[in-house]
């Protein structure tokens, strides 16, 4: 299983203090590479590590802090990447205060979003499940992170909308429901910065939606065996591309309601994406197999439009997978596994039919 020769695969990494692990240097395989240990030996710490070195966000949730191994007082990571026509060094120190220093081929990283689109990753995990039977930012998070790893200026887009939805929700909490003149200004200008970032950010996910919806019900077929009748729906009532007027219309429609109870109540941070199976929520009537599967769908579904969009596979990772998969559904995964570059975690044996190009054990507790 080889990767497409334009892309930059995952070759070797390098970690001090990340986590559990003092030091570790791995190498990676070009196709499949298992990663093979007990639980606690840190496996998920290196797929967290390969996910911060190449978006500087833990696909945790975890702060910088709870990166740094107890005792240490900063955690280093490196990576080599390596395609047909260029070789990039990415290194990233992480102190336990101050900001993280990062570097591509020597040369500091001023930006986060210099660094997307350098290495595109797609991570399955247990906690996935989440995606399925969580709240509606579980599946926000997920559309977002496939609409930026399509294209990683539509990053610049997202970030802007929050920072200005945070600057707005501060001016109405800051009002104690009583608009003056001068608020009343301020916030005509936050709802008009808002309103051009938002459209731009409900006309990106919806797109996303509809070229994701066929390949959530192939992927699904290909992992469940099952013909089901999937959809994914796009709920932003405020959105155009969803009957809306855009979201300038419905913040001076809810205005009156948002001073009242100081925070924006419409806009892209309420959006839905809900999952429909068979015709009924898969949120609560599909079964915990089916949710399982459909996670999973979810991620293989991103992950090839984003190789369809770009033209390169991004990494995937399936982490501990198999754990949560009964046989018949581990073989369908295997069979239904994208070319490209993978990384399998499992603190078992790879099940049947699984075959690894590179096996990395790892022993119990901390690695040295």
Request: hydrophobic share 40%.
């Amino acid at each position: 299983m080889e990767a497409a020769p334009s892309a930059l695969v995952l070759e070797r990494l390098w970690l001090t203090d990340f986590r559990s692990h003092v030091s570790v240097d791995l190498e990676f395989a070009r196709g499949v590479t298992a990663l093979v240990g007990p639980n606690g030996s840190g496996k998920t710490n290196i797929v967290e590590a390969i996910g911060w070195i190449t978006t500087t966000k833990s696909f945790r949730g975890a702060p910088t802090d709870a990166l740094i191994r107890r005792g240490a007082d900063r955690a280093i990571a490196r990576a080599q990447l390596r395609s047909d026509q260029r070789e990039l060094l990415l290194e990233a120190e992480l102190p336990r205060t101050g900001r993280a220093r990062i570097q591509m081929n020597r040369q500091r990283v001023q930006r986060t979003r210099d660094l997307l689109g350098v290495m595109s990753l797609t991570v399955f995990a247990p906690d996935d499940l989440e995606m399925i039977k969580g709240s509606p930012g579980e599946r926000r998070t997920y559309l977002d992170h496939v609409v930026v790893s399509e294209h990683p200026r539509n990053e610049a887009i997202r970030a802007n909308v929050e920072k200005v939805l945070k600057q707005r929700n501060a001016l109405l909490k800051g009002v104690h429901g009583r608009l003056d003149s001068d608020a009343a200004f301020t916030l005509d200008v936050w709802d008009q910065k808002l309103a051009e970032g938002a459209d731009q950010l409900g006309s990106l996910r919806a797109d996303a939606v509809s070229r994701l919806n066929p390949l959530v019900s192939a992927a699904l077929r290909a992992v469940a065996g099952d013909d089901h009748n999937v959809r994914l729906d796009y709920t932003a009532p405020w959105c155009r591309e969803a009957g809306g007027d855009g979201l300038l219309a419905a913040l001076s429609e809810a205005r009156k309601d948002d001073v009242r109870r100081g925070v924006t109540t419409v806009g892209p941070h309420r959006d839905e994406i809900e999952i429909v199976l068979n015709d009924m929520p898969a949120r609560t009537h599909a079964s915990q197999g089916e949710q399982r599967s459909l996670a999973l769908a979810l991620r293989l579904a991103g992950h090839e439009l984003v190789r369809n969009t770009t033209g390169v596979a991004p990494l995937l990772v399936l982490d501990d997978v198999f754990s949560e998969l009964d046989d018949g559904r581990s073989a369908a995964l295997v069979a239904a596994l994208p070319s490209g570059q993978t990384l399998l975690t499992s603190a078992v044996d790879l099940p049947v039919g699984a075959i690894a190009d590179a096996t990395i054990r790892l022993g119990g507790g901390p690695t040295g």
